[in-house]
């Protein structure tokens, strides 16, 4: 899960165990709320304006694209109003110009795809050097997917996401640079399931109730497929160019990059056969990014929670904010939920205040995105796949190598 970028830095990173607030908390809880409603006062106009840009047909077609990315644009005239395919796709041109989609883009089922373990490492990083300098060193960290600044009013913080053939492995080299001094502290947090997505009922409530958390449900399968297929080189090579970007790429497109980048004289046919292969096994699937609001008048931010119970925990994660105009995105992280959303504004205001009030939450971290500096996504440039062992069907990463690279960096910069 590549969550987006926010552009409505107002929200402050916050990590609460129930109970354990104290008066210095309270007082920060209590200037931080009062930035965050000064910042949503400038957007509140300019957002119920964004609202009135879209008609009640316009809502329709973004609410079933965002239920059915895979149906073919001339199956949904038989879901909303219009009539014509070129309508469809002129409406989506305007949802993308808006900053409201993106996409299509393909999201993997890492259990898919190779035999051995592999899966994303969710990490926060206290900075102890630069936001520019601590970045430079995750790079050497090869299958680092994407770094984005966290809001903080006392910590200097950023996310990132690594994928990973070995946590321990990953923890060791995150140490490395603590012990170095580059960071000061991290947090790393295994996401061994696959991420359910909801897009924003266009036509919900903006700022959704949370009295219904604890209603029953049936919580999804999340767990990862099997590897039940063998992956050529040619299909490796297609995935990675897959997996880049928030943006839909052609097919022809990633053969005109491999020949320019790479020097590899694959077919077109070759290509196709590829990307047919992972949707037929369902390596990959197709998505859409779909925003409440244009992307610069949303909020953008992580909730992990903590229950003495699994299945409370799963209950929270499947009714939190449900049916409203929100974009939903949640998951377990060892023995934590994590939601990420895209939500007007004023629906974080107050949020942790009021899931305070939920005895069941033990514990809950809030991170808020920021929009400056600005994050980096897919830095590996498709590195992540490089080290694909055909023959075993394994990808299994050279963590010695990367700590090498990193110790040879500390001491050509700092002497260390």
Not at 143 to 160: D, F, G, I, R, T
Request: hydrophobic share 35%; proline share 4%.
């Amino acid at each position: 899960m590549i969550f987006l970028n926010s552009c409505c830095p107002f929200l402050p990173a916050w990590s609460i165990e129930k109970g354990a607030l104290n008066s210095i908390e309270l007082k920060m809880h209590s200037f931080t709320r009062s930035i965050f409603e000064k910042g949503y006062k400038s957007l509140k106009g300019t957002t119920s304006m964004a609202q009135e840009l879209l008609n009640d047909n316009e809502k329709e077609l973004l609410t079933v694209l965002g239920k059915n990315p895979e149906m073919p644009l001339k199956e949904l005239l038989n879901y909303t109003k219009y009539k014509r395919v070129s309508s469809i796709v002129r409406k989506i041109g305007q949802f993308r110009e808006q900053d409201i989609l993106w996409g299509p883009v393909y999201r993997f089922d890492y259990g898919k795809l190779c035999k051995n373990s592999l899966h994303r490492l969710f990490c926060i990083l206290e900075l102890g050097e630069s936001y520019e300098t601590v970045t430079e060193y995750l790079k050497l960290i090869e299958p680092l997917e994407w770094v984005y600044p966290v809001l903080s009013s006392h910590k200097e913080l950023l996310s990132a996401g690594f994928l990973s053939s070995d946590d321990a492995e990953v923890k060791a080299l995150l140490q490395l640079l603590k012990e170095s001094n580059i960071i000061a502290n991290f947090t790393a947090r295994a996401r061994c399931h696959l991420d359910v997505r909801e897009t924003p009922n266009f036509f919900g409530d903006p700022v959704p109730s949370l009295d219904n958390l604890f209603n029953p449900c049936e919580f999804p399968d999340i767990s990862f497929g099997q590897h039940e297929t063998e992956w050529t080189e040619c299909d490796i090579r297609t995935l990675s160019h897959l997996q880049g970007g928030y943006e839909n790429i052609k097919l022809i497109e990633i053969l005109k990059r491999e020949r320019k980048l790479h020097n590899r004289e694959w077919k077109y046919t070759q290509i196709k056969y590829s990307y047919e292969k992972m949707l037929k096994n369902k390596l990959i699937k197709r998505i859409y990014f779909i925003h409440p609001y244009p992307l610069d008048q949303c909020a953008d931010f992580f909730l992990f929670l903590k229950t003495d119970n699994i299945e409370v925990t799963q209950r929270i994660l499947f009714n939190f904010a449900r049916g409203g105009r929100i974009y939903r995105e949640y998951s377990l992280c060892d023995d934590w939920g994590l939601m990420g959303c895209i939500s007007h504004p004023s629906f974080v205001i107050g949020l942790m205040h009021r899931l305070d009030q939920i005895e069941e939450i033990e514990k809950k971290e809030l991170y808020h995105l920021r929009s400056f500096p600005p994050g980096i996504a897919y830095v590996g440039e498709h590195s992540e796949f490089k080290y694909y062992n055909f023959e075993t069907q394994k990808l299994e990463y050279p963590y010695h190598v990367f700590r090498e690279k990193i110790k040879e960096k500390l001491e050509n910069e700092l002497g260390r």
